[in-house]
C-alpha cells in the first residue's frame, strides 16, 4: 500500500540533544512538508520541499533543519536551539504540477523533552 | 492574503443533528477547498473537497457549501454520530501553492 511513514511514533528528548524524526513516502510525490501541531492547536508549517535537493522555510522554521536527498524522504532534525520542542509532528506529501490533488499525511511523532 | 479564517473553535452536537462548520478566505485565487478529518493521535485525511465551480459538493453525509461571490465555504455533517467526533480543518490554495489551513474545529457529537 502506498502512503507516509513517520517513525518512530513517540520520541523522547533530552535538554540540549538533537533529534531526527524520519519521514518516507512511496507515493512518487514530488513535494514533501513537516507541521508542528501543539496541543489544541492547528498546523503550522516547519519547512517544505518540492523538489530533491531543495526546501524552503515554512512560518516556524527556527530551530529545525532538513535535508532532502531523495524524493522517497524528507527527514527532520529539531536542534537544541528549538526551545520548546514538545508538541506533534507531522509530514505530509503532494504531487507538484497537478494542482488542487491535496496532500497525504503520516501518522506522526510526538516529541516530548524530558 | 493568503489567511483561511475557520469557526467555531469547538462545537458540541447532538447525535443526529447537523454539524456546521464555517470557513472564510480572501484569497481570490485559490480554486480548491479541501476539508480533513482528524482522529487524535493520527494525521489527518482529506475528506471532501470542492472546486469553484460548483456550489455544492455531496458525499455520503458530508456537504460542502461554497459561495463564491462571499469568498465563504462549509461543512455540514447530517445525521452526525459519535465516530464523526473529530478535529476538522478546512485549507485552500492555487495552482502549486501549498495548501493555506484553517486553525481547525473540534467537533464533539454527544448521545
Known amino acids: 500500500d502506498g502512503g507516509i511513514t513517520q517513525s518512530p511514533k513517540y520520541l523522547f528528548r533530552k535538554e540540549g540533544q538533537n533529534v531526527t524524526l524520519s519521514c518516507e513516502q512511496n507515493l512518487n510525490h514530488d513535494a514533501m512538508y513537516w507541521y508542528r501541531q501543539d496541543p489544541g492547536q492547528g498546523l503550522r508549517l516547519i519547512y517544505y520541499s518540492q523538489i530533491v535537493n531543495d526546501f524552503q522555510k515554512g512560518d516556524i522554521a527556527e530551530g529545525y533543519s532538513v535535508s532532502r536527498e531523495k524524493k522517497e524522504s524528507f527527514p527532520l532534525t529539531v536542534t537544541s536551539a528549538q526551545k520548546n520542542p514538545t508538541a506533534f509532528y507531522l509530514c505530509?506529501?503532494?504531487?507538484?504540477?497537478?494542482?488542487?490533488?491535496?496532500?497525504?499525511f503520516g501518522s506522526g511523532t510526538r516529541l516530548t523533552v524530558v | 492574503q493568503q489567511q483561511v479564517k475557520q469557526s467555531p473553535q469547538s462545537l458540541i452536537v447532538q447525535k443526529g443533528g447537523i454539524s456546521i462548520i464555517n470557513c472564510a478566505y480572501e484569497n481570490t485565487a485559490f480554486d480548491y477547498f479541501p476539508w480533513y478529518q482528524q482522529f487524535p493521535g493520527k494525521g489527518p485525511a482529506l475528506l471532501i473537497a470542492?472546486?469553484?465551480?460548483?456550489s455544492e459538493k455531496k458525499e455520503g453525509r458530508f456537504t460542502i457549501s461554497f459561495n463564491k461571490s462571499a469568498k465563504q465555504f462549509s461543512l455540514h455533517i447530517m445525521d452526525s454520530q459519535p465516530g464523526d467526533s473529530a478535529t476538522y480543518f478546512c485549507?485552500?490554495?492555487?495552482?502549486?501553492?501549498?495548501?493555506?489551513f484553517g486553525t481547525g474545529t473540534r467537533l464533539t457529537i454527544i448521545p
Open positions: 485549507a485552500a490554495n492555487f495552482g502549486n501553492e501549498k495548501l493555506t
Open positions: 505530509a506529501s503532494s504531487i507538484v504540477g497537478r494542482s488542487n490533488y491535496g496532500y497525504t
Open positions: 470542492i472546486r469553484p465551480d460548483v
